[in-house]
């Protein structure tokens, strides 16, 4: 908010030092990488990362797996495709910790632009089976949940980079013919282009449904 103490320069350690003094937890957004951690060294109540930068959003990865058992009634054994950006989009970067502690497939779908972290696969690939590079067309009859995000646009640091990627994707009716009829659409929103409107009506799209298990 304009009226907040940190846009007249108060550094983030004081805010959290003076909002512990009313608060019994802290949740943070903030636009900079670490900033949770930063601030949680500052705190003296707990912090919890309600999204920060391009790095995580683990509390959107805590109602995603929610989601996921809600409407599968499982985790473990089944297939999880994340399709978009999962270079700069934190909710991927958390789901996809998030879904190592269990017993799950992992495709990821990409532009070459916008493949995941390296320190992230790192992390995940000794936990579980990941599929790098797979083409959507031939995994979609064997996904159970299929995670969809945006480009996110405001985070390219070249314009140009970005629509070298834009609108690479879109589900449609056609794309999820041949899916498995249990299977379901996630999506972290807000939705750009990557989801046409025709889907929403489809059994498959549980990305409002998401919204309202937060």
Not at 173 to 179: G, V
Not at 184 to 197: G, N, Q, T
Request: net charge negative; proline share 5%.
């Amino acid at each position: 908010p304009e009226a907040a103490s940190i846009t007249k320069g108060e550094t983030l350690a004081d805010t959290m030092r003076v909002v512990e003094s009313y608060s019994d937890v802290i949740v943070l957004r903030h636009p900079l990488e670490g900033a949770a951690r930063f601030a949680a060294e500052y705190a003296g109540i707990p912090v919890m990362n309600a999204g920060s930068g391009a790095e995580e959003h683990p509390t959107q990865a805590l109602l995603d797996l929610y989601t996921i058992r809600k409407e599968r009634g499982r985790i473990d054994g089944l297939n999880v495709a994340l399709l978009g950006d999962l270079r700069y989009g934190r909710t991927v970067h958390s789901l996809a910790y998030g879904l190592s502690n269990y017993d799950v497939r992992l495709y990821l779908m990409s532009p070459d632009l916008l493949r995941m972290r390296r320190e992230i696969l790192d992390e995940i690939k000794g936990k579980i089976e990941v599929v790098n590079d797979t083409d959507l067309e031939e995994a979609i009859p064997e996904l159970d949940v299929l995670y969809v995000t945006r480009i996110q646009k405001e985070r390219f640091p070249d314009l140009g980079e970005y629509e070298k990627v834009r609108g690479s994707y879109m589900i449609t009716i056609d794309t999820l013919k041949r899916a498995k009829e249990d299977s379901i659409v996630l999506h972290p929103l807000p939705r750009i282009d990557e989801i046409a409107p025709e889907v929403d009506m489809t059994p498959h799209a549980k990305y409002f449904g998401q919204v309202w298990n937060g």
